[in-house]
């Protein structure tokens, strides 16, 4: 049985990124709690996963809760693994798809990390690189930041740009959103066979 912590980014007055107008608008802290209570719910309401994979929700609310403390949370409740969700945005409007980061050395990571980027939905791929290790460029510090924070394996995963209106519309689509949290289970059960967990 593999304990997934499922960390939505952000929360409470640590808004993340915000783009776009009325139905149109996503709030990153809003969209990744979304994202991952749907997670959640499709995890232990699946025959084929549920009783292989245990998820936690490290935020369950709209409350600032600091990496520090998710961390100490996902270590108490024995995570494996964790998967930390964000809404990617950026300067040109022209950048999307979807990112997944891991952890330099982490064999099981990676191949997590590349089966969820392989299970992406078409809309979000990437025309280039989409699955990184986390390093000390400027741009990979952020990243680094949080995922050195656990203590176990994890993953976080930039779903697509707020700021590419394509990607926008999309992630914040119920086919989207369905087709994000099915990726995500991919790139779990990859992870768990690495591990042989099963
Ligand atoms: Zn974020």
């Known amino acids: 049985m593999l304990l997934l912590g499922i960390d939505p980014g952000h929360g409470g007055t640590n808004t993340g990124t915000i783009h776009g107008e009325g139905a149109n608008k996503l709030v990153e802290k809003d969209y990744t709690l979304e994202l991952g209570r749907l997670l959640y719910h499709s995890i232990i309401t699946d025959m084929a996963i549920h009783t292989k994979v245990k998820p936690f929700l490290l935020r369950t609310e709209d409350e600032t809760i600091s990496y520090s403390r998710r961390a100490a949370q996902a270590q108490e409740l024995g995570c494996q693994l964790v998967l930390n969700l964000h809404v990617n945005a950026h300067i040109d409007s022209d950048l999307r798809g979807l990112m997944a980061f891991h952890w330099p050395g982490s064999h099981t990571a990676a191949t997590g990390a590349q089966a969820l980027d392989a299970a992406c939905p078409k809309a979000l791929r ?6 990184f290790a986390v390093g000390e460029a400027e741009w990979l510090r952020a990243a680094r930041s949080i995922i050195s924070k656990y203590h176990c394996p994890s993953i976080l ?28 289970k991919v790139g779990v059960l990859a992870y768990l066979e690495d591990t042989q967990y099963v």
């Open 126 to 131: 990437r025309t280039r690189n989409s699955v």
């Open 157 to 184: 995963v930039e779903l697509g740009f707020a700021t590419n209106p394509q990607d926008r519309s999309y992630l914040l689509s119920t086919l989207g959103k369905l087709r994000l949290v099915q990726a995500l």
